[in-house]
């Protein structure tokens, strides 16, 4: 079964315009496919209105009990519900999920991770955030084979009854993972605002062709990727060494593969 993969970022989530043009070339695709999605930027703009500061490590969110609560009601509620109405209204026979419904997506609390932060090493306590142990790639292709298109939202559960915030780049490489695992050719293309990896974020046109192991070692060492960037690459990576197809990351009006950057 070949199979396509898009996750859509929160800023295009964000811009009801590119939404909608997104969702209407997302329905065009021919044969099975998946829809996995963000929504950091609208969970930020929730939580800042509750009164609840939002803070990064990493490129990464870290989530205290206040803020679990505003992704999954922004995750899983707002958001989820109103791509699958859209697609519903795209003829799509879309279903909403979270890692937690038929437990397609189960992970552990991160512990503490040391990382670098402003030029010093601190211990991180990332808080109610999932690392992905398993995807249930059977489950979702057996949906797909009767007629569904999931469209996924980034939480997670740890199979005790918690609910985890989970990152929406890692939530769809490793749904990819578990597909290809279960034999699909899966191609997963990451869309967002830009039109690939740039070399010069200021420079539209600086697209980096073609990223792998070695390249991404140089590029992250002298700054040219680094935020929000760096888990989106190293999660396309492993996606590819894990048997999927292809990894592209590219504009959310080119989720045909055939532009941007390729991951090898």
Excluded: W
């Excluded at 969702?23 to 509750?50: C, M, N, Q, W």
């Excluded at 939480?155 to 929406?168: E, M, V, Y």
Aim: glycine share 12%.
């Amino acid at each position: 079964m070949n199979i396509t993969l898009i996750k859509v970022g929160g800023a295009i989530v964000e811009d009801e315009a590119q939404l909608r043009q997104l969702i209407s070339d997302f329905a065009a695709i021919e044969g099975p496919k998946v829809l996995v999605h963000g929504g950091g930027r609208r969970a930020t703009k929730v939580a800042a209105r509750l009164g609840i500061e939002s803070r990064m490590a990493g490129g990464r969110r870290i989530t205290d009990a206040d803020m679990l609560d505003v992704v999954t009601m922004v995750y899983g509620g707002l958001v989820n519900k109103h791509l699958v109405a859209m697609l519903q209204a795209e003829g799509v026979n879309a279903i909403g999920l979270t890692g937690a419904d038929m437990d397609i997506i189960r992970s552990h609390r991160r512990p503490l991770k040391r990382m670098e932060i402003d030029g010093k090493e601190e211990m991180v306590d990332f808080g109610f955030v999932g690392d992905v142990d398993r995807a249930d790639g059977k489950t979702l292709l057996n949906l797909i084979r009767q007629g569904a298109v999931p469209v996924i939202a980034p939480l997670t559960h740890d199979g005790r009854g918690n609910i985890l915030n989970t990152n929406a780049d890692t939530m769809a490489a490793e749904t990819a993972c578990g597909m290809a695992a279960e034999g699909a050719d899966v191609t997963l293309i990451y869309s967002f605002e830009k039109r690939g990896v740039l070399a010069d974020p200021d420079d539209d046109n600086s697209v980096i062709p073609v990223i792998t192991h070695e390249s991404f070692q140089r590029y992250k060492a002298d700054g040219t990727i680094s935020g929000g960037m760096l888990p989106k690459i190293e999660n396309a990576l492993n996606a590819i060494d894990r048997g999927v197809k292809k990894v592209v990351i590219t504009l959310a009006t080119a989720i045909d593969g055939n532009s941007g950057t390729i991951i090898k």
